[in-house]
């Protein structure tokens, strides 16, 4: 067996279920779960539809690369999306389909890093476990950013010392990030990619949160669009990662793309014709239809918009948190230990969160997600409510 499989550790939601174990919940109230980030909005009917439409091609082999037309719309969303233009990505060369981007964020370290070359691959803290684990089944050393509020909840960068980023081989950014909802905006991505070009390691951006924004007239900017922005139309050491699951609340369609420099791409094409992964042709169809329509896209922002303004209303002072820059999620800060609070929460509420500290790992004394819970406002309007008043009556409770 592999021994680096001894290095992984456990997902979160198996801390949270160890955490739970044996606590007996009220039977008198409805169970209401904010620990999941699994968009629970109804899926559109136009991708639905679509999938239905071409069951039918189910008795062809798909092809790695995947359809044409399904590159050329997403070489157009892109285009429109980061303002790249029309001839900004080239869906021949610089486009992947991919069966969702946890896969394909965990299979692009194995592509890419040298395991022969002590390689460190960086990571923002807290952090989506898969770049831990990819890291650790790659042959590499995770180095860990702290993300404190002090800095935006995003990794200083600039506190890196040059020795760090010489031996780093890939860089994992998410933004809009997750658990904080901090976005790097275009002078921090400028600066990333200059920094790459300096100490040659690559940029893997997981940008599955970006379409989930409370202003619709500023969404969150991306890694292609700071590289075109500064010169380099070739999005060298430059790869994004994007997703229908959170944008188009499909997380069952399992469908995403990766795109950006052309020989990342080709070298990862290469890896992926081993690794048997193309994406089936009905849900090839279904995803074009779900990234040539952006208006079921602005819909899901407005219903995440209702939920967050309705939550934080009723936290108010017992649980204050501001509204994210990006993503779903609440950030909020506890004021007793994360685990004992999530405790707390399952076991007078029956209400489940996930405690921060399950998403982050302490490094010199500091565990930045400690003292923290994630909040996943996915479940309709009216549980969203009903689990805020659980978590102030909880507080209020403590409070006396």
């Known amino acids: 067996m592999n ?79 980061f303002g790249l233009g029309d001839a900004g990505i080239d869906p021949e060369r610089q486009i992947l389909p991919v069966n969702g981007t946890r896969e394909a964020l965990f299979a692009f370290a194995q592509a890419v890093v040298d395991p022969a070359q002590d390689p460190l691959v960086l990571m923002p803290n807290p952090f989506y476990q898969i770049y831990e684990g990819a890291a650790l089944l790659a042959g590499a050393t995770p180095g860990y950013l702290p993300c404190l509020p002090d800095n935006g909840f995003q990794p200083d960068f600039d506190a890196v010392d040059a020795a760090t980023w010489r031996r780093c081989q890939l860089l994992y950014v998410c ?31 997981d940008e599955c949160y970006s379409e989930l924004y409370p202003d619709e007239s500023a969404p969150p900017p991306g890694l292609l669009q700071a590289a075109a922005a500064m010169g380099n139309d070739r999005f060298e050491r430059c790869l994004v990662f994007h997703s229908l699951s959170k944008r188009s609340n499909a997380p069952g369609l399992r469908s995403g793309f990766v795109a950006g420099d052309v020989a990342l791409i080709e070298r990862f094409f290469a890896y992926r014709t081993y690794h048997g992964c193309a994406m089936p042709p009905p849900t090839q169809h279904a995803s074009v239809a779900a990234w040539s329509d952006e208006a079921h896209a602005r819909t899901n922002r407005a219903l995440y918009r209702e939920k967050f303004a309705a939550v934080r209303e009723i936290l108010g002072d017992v649980l204050p948190a ?49 003292s923290r819970l994630r909040l996943a406002l996915v479940p309709p309007l009216d549980e969203c409510v009903d689990a805020a008043q659980r978590i102030r009556r909880c507080l209020e409770r403590l409070n006396t």
């Open 3 to 81: 021994p680096a499989l001894e290095r992984l550790q456990p997902y979160p939601f198996q801390k949270l279920a160890a955490l739970l174990q044996g606590v007996a919940p009220p039977t008198d109230l409805d169970p209401i779960a904010l620990s999941i980030g699994e968009p629970r909005h109804p899926t559109p009917g136009l991708i639905t539809e679509a999938l239905i439409a071409h069951l039918h091609t189910l008795s062809t082999y798909p092809s790695t690369r995947g359809l044409a037309p399904l590159r050329e719309a997403i070489a157009r969303w892109i285009g429109v999306r």
């Open 322 to 370: 501001p509204t994210p820059a990006g993503g779903f999620y609440l950030w909020p800060e506890t004021p007793i230990p994360d685990t004992e609070l999530a405790r707390r929460l399952f076991a007078e509420e029956h209400l489940t969160v996930l405690p921060g500290s399950f998403l982050s790992r302490p490094v010199g004394g500091l565990d930045p997600g400690a």
């Open 175 to 205: 933004s809009p990030g997750n658990p904080t909802g901090a976005v790097l905006d275009l002078p921090a991505l400028t600066r990333l990619i200059e920094l790459a070009r300096r100490h040659d390691f690559v940029i893997a951006a």
